[in-house]
């Protein structure tokens, strides 16, 4: 029978609110012990159920949501919140890069030409219209200045040609090592986008793990790999032994051992399987407030300076449209168009640059928080490596997990937290050795261990090979 099947069936037969044995199921619901067990981890791992071993190595099968999934409106509410940010971002990053385009430099561009319109036009009204005059020379000065600057015959003149072929291949070179522009100025306003994150990447390294160990595997093993929780990884267990056809061994200490020797087979015989790397070799880091190198900031941002004062100066002055058109066509200031509120070059754009601003401002307000909230994770890791490892020896000190957790995260760890985290890995004062000072043992992980470490040692190698090919189709 299928194992969704059985599923069904144990579903409408078996009480949820109290724990059930393999024989506890069968019985109550008329499956075979194997459908039984097949049945209940599906269940496990569907409404994420948990495992308990009894002193005699019997499984109970404990489902502490029954069969709802009260997690379900959490998890739908945080979807739809994701959903809904992503199409936020998605639609402030488009406008963010069409603001670029078009305003942040075409802004620059139009407050550029109307300063210096403004300049042209008051010149004129102090010289009684010989300002145009008088810029006539000038230009024709600076122009001069240039043509016998760059002239063949200057002593100044640089291979315009050589210079630019040189320009054109630094810029071709940076292209390929930098982002483009706007994607610099998408960084600096909304930061840099978050790495994505592969679904199947804790269960690939479940897998790694289980090839590398034989085919036999503990839960120890996964949170190695994982960092994950008890919690957590008892569903996936269910799930992996449900799509791997793995089984559940139980040495008579008790300890749980998961043994796949179908994921064993491989043509690379006597090739060393790696295991997958531990989860605290990867530290966590809070992101950057930009990911642009400083000077690129700098600029990004002065250009939204500069339109935000510009945009600041025709508010304060008044500058509608009409009337810096009657003051570029030489109305005298008398009969000028009185002060309005500038909406195009004034409300919209102070406006739009102000907000943001406020984004990477915001960022770096809450930059001291991301690095703490990174720092618990990491010092959260290290205790788990410092668990991991000392369970095996027999326990571990609070003094040296205190320890571990500050060179790891850099902060004192908090003795509620640190005892939280012990309490969710399994571990219990270890009375005996009291007079050494607070130390933890972890009874469930020794255990564990041990059935292991006895589950490899016994594990043939010939379930790795594959055995004498009889037929090919290759010619």
Do not use: C
Not at 256 to 269: C, G, M, N, Q, S
């Amino acid at each position: 029978m299928e194992s969704k099947q059985a599923a069904e069936k144990l579903r409408n037969t078996i009480d949820p609110k109290r724990p059930h044995t393999v024989a506890d199921a069968a019985a109550a619901s008329a499956l075979s012990l194997g459908d039984a067990e097949r049945g209940l981890h599906a269940l496990v791992s569907e409404f994420r159920g948990h495992l308990r071993v009894t002193e005699e190595g019997q499984i109970v099968f404990v489902f502490p949501h029954g069969f709802s999934k009260p997690w379900e409106t959490t998890d739908a509410l945080s979807s739809a919140a994701r959903k809904v940010g992503a199409a936020i971002s998605g639609a402030g990053r488009f406008i963010v890069r069409a603001w670029v385009a078009i305003v942040l430099v075409g802004y620059v561009a139009l407050f550029v030409a109307l300063l210096v319109g403004l300049a042209f036009s008051r010149s004129s009204e102090r010289s009684d219209s010989r300002g145009f005059s008088m810029a006539g020379p000038l230009i024709r000065l600076v122009f001069d200045a240039l043509f016998w600057t760059f002239h063949p015959w200057s002593p100044f003149y640089v291979d315009v040609d050589d210079v630019m072929a040189q320009r054109r291949l630094r810029r071709l070179q940076s292209a390929r090592e930098e982002a483009p522009f706007y994607e610099r100025v998408d960084r600096f306003f909304f930061g840099p986008r978050p790495e994505r994150i592969d679904p199947d990447a804790p269960r690939r390294a479940v897998l790694a793990e289980i090839r590398a160990g034989k085919g036999r595997i503990g839960l120890a093993d996964v949170m190695r790999v994982t960092g994950q929780s008890r919690e957590q990884i008892d569903p996936l267990m269910s799930k992996l032994l449900l799509d791997y056809g793995g089984s559940v061994e139980v040495s008579e200490e008790g300890g749980i051992a998961y043994r796949f020797p179908e994921l064993r087979k491989t043509v690379d015989i006597g090739a060393p399987a790696r295991r997958a790397e531990p989860i605290w070799f990867r530290r966590e880091e809070p992101p950057p407030i930009t990911g642009n190198q400083p000077g690129h900031d700098f600029v990004i941002g002065g250009l939204n300076l500069f339109n935000l004062l510009a945009s600041g100066w025709v508010l304060a002055n008044g500058l509608t449209i009409e009337r810096m058109v009657a003051m570029f066509r030489g109305v005298p200031p008398i009969e000028l168009p009185p002060p309005g509120t500038p909406i195009v070059l004034g409300v919209v754009p102070f406006l739009f640059s102000l907000a943001l601003f406020a984004l990477p401002i915001g960022r770096m307000l809450l930059t001291p928080l991301r690095k703490k909230r990174a720092a618990r994770e990491n010092g959260r890791r290290a205790v788990l490596q410092t668990v991991l490892e000392g369970a095996k020896a027999g326990g571990v000190s609070e003094r040296e997990l205190a320890e571990r957790y500050r060179v790891a995260s850099g902060l004192d760890a908090d003795p509620k937290e640190l005892t939280k985290q012990v309490i969710a890995l399994g571990g219990d004062v270890d009375l005996d050795r009291a007079a050494e000072g607070v130390r933890y043992r972890f009874l469930d992980l020794e255990l564990e261990a041990r059935a292991v470490q006895a589950e490899r040692e016994a594990a043939a190698e010939d379930e790795a090979k594959l055995g004498k090919v009889v037929f090919t189709s290759e010619a």
